[in-house]
Nanobody, 125 residues
Framework: QVQLAESGGGLVQPGGSMRLSCAASGDTFSGYGMAWFRQTPGKERTFVAAIKPNGGTQFYADSVKGRFTISRVNAKNMVYLQMNSLQPEDTGVYYC??????????????????WGQGTQVTVSS
């Protein structure tokens, strides 16, 4: 079992930056691939970014590539999402997830077993 808790959301102006954090507890954190998904009202949860257990490989949705960076510190049981050049369409509830996906499935929600409660990110002037 892994428990996940996101933090760092809030209101930011377009063009601004924000860093989300996800604290993990429970099972061995370094054995899990980690990901961020986001959801807006009335829409399905969508993939944002993922990182392999050793942090050596990252994956991004096309919509955030070049603006967002996922990272992890296994010694601290933490995963981060640095978001730059934020736009209103980045607004949503951001969820941290843990699982053991194969490379071809890192973007699928079904690959992740454990989820946090989510943190709201609002990009608005």
């Amino acid at each position: 079992q892994v428990q996940l808790a996101e933090s760092g959301g809030g209101l930011v102006q377009p063009g601004g930056s924000m860093r989300l954090s996800c604290a993990a507890s429970g099972d061995t954190f370094s054995g899990y691939g980690m990901a961020w998904f986001r959801q807006t009202p009335g829409k399905e949860r969508t993939f944002v970014a993922a990182i392999k257990p050793n942090g050596g490989t990252q994956f991004y949705a096309d919509s955030v590539k070049g603006r967002f960076t996922i990272s992890r510190v296994n010694a601290k049981n933490m995963v981060y999402l640095q978001m730059n050049s934020l736009q209103p369409e980045d607004t949503g509830v951001y969820y941290c997830a843990a699982g053991r996906p194969i490379t071809s499935s890192v973007r699928a929600q079904s690959s992740y077993y454990y989820w946090g409660q989510g943190t709201q990110v609002t990009v608005s002037s």
